[in-house]
């Protein structure tokens, strides 16, 4: 039982470039989440997945776009890197919207 | 508009001594709450949680209460242990259908 997996660990992007960001549980959760956590401002939500099929806007979502591929996976994509995209992403999941929520290792990102 | 606040972003606490870390919230939707524990390069970790039904969750050296009056809940380590350093996350949620919303977190270190 792996919980929340998250890949790549690290990357280093050019501004400009694209890349996508790789999440999937295999605990069976509904729900799904991205969040970047950045010094001094926790974690930010930058957009979820309340069930398979359904995408929706948190916190912080412009420059980015996801997929929530199937129950298991939902990915994150930056399509033209930016610098105040640096930050550490973690993914979520959870049975539903309001229960517990299970992290991921997280992804470090610096975009030069 | 913050819902969910910890308004100490550091806190020091002798080893032995009692940890007590603090969060306020506006909504009075919220009806769940819970705590949440990071260490460095790692994802957040569910700690405990409380039920608006309740005032009071303890589990082993770890204890919420909650003021519903007061809009405020607080979360108790005792005995503080080296361990313990981390930085903690206080979150809520409201209806059935909402997510879980997080605050900035407080950051604890235990001394020794």
Request: aromatic share 12%; glycine share 8%; net charge positive.
């Amino acid at each position: 039982n792996a919980g929340v997996t998250q890949t790549p660990k690290f990357q280093v992007l050019k501004t400009g470039q694209s890349m996508t960001l790789q999440c999937a549980q295999d605990m069976n959760h509904n729900s799904m989440y991205w969040y970047r956590q950045d010094p001094g401002m926790g974690l930010r939500l930058i957009y979820y997945s309340a069930s398979e099929g359904t995408t929706d806007k948190g916190e912080v979502p412009n420059g980015y776009n996801v997929s929530r591929l199937n129950k298991r996976e939902f990915s994150l994509r930056l399509e033209s890197a930016a610098p105040s995209q640096t930050s550490v992403y973690f993914c979520a999941s959870s049975l539903q919207l309001s229960n517990e929520q299970f992290f991921g290792p997280g992804t470090r990102l610096t975009v030069l | 508009d913050q819902q969910v606040k910890q308004n100490s972003p550091s806190l020091s606490v002798q080893e032995g001594r009692i940890s007590i870390l603090n969060c306020d919230y506006t909504n009075s939707m919220f009806d769940y709450f819970l705590w949440y524990k990071k260490y460095p390069a790692e994802g957040p970790t569910f700690l405990i949680s409380i039920s608006s039904i309740k005032d009071k969750n303890e589990d082993g050296r770890f204890t919420v209460f909650l003021n519903k009056s007061a809009k405020h809940l607080s979360l108790h380590i005792v005995p503080s242990q080296p361990g313990d350093s981390a930085v903690y996350f206080c979150a809520a949620s409201g209806v059935r259908d909402d997510k879980i919303i997080f605050g900035k977190g407080t950051r604890l270190h235990i001394l020794p």
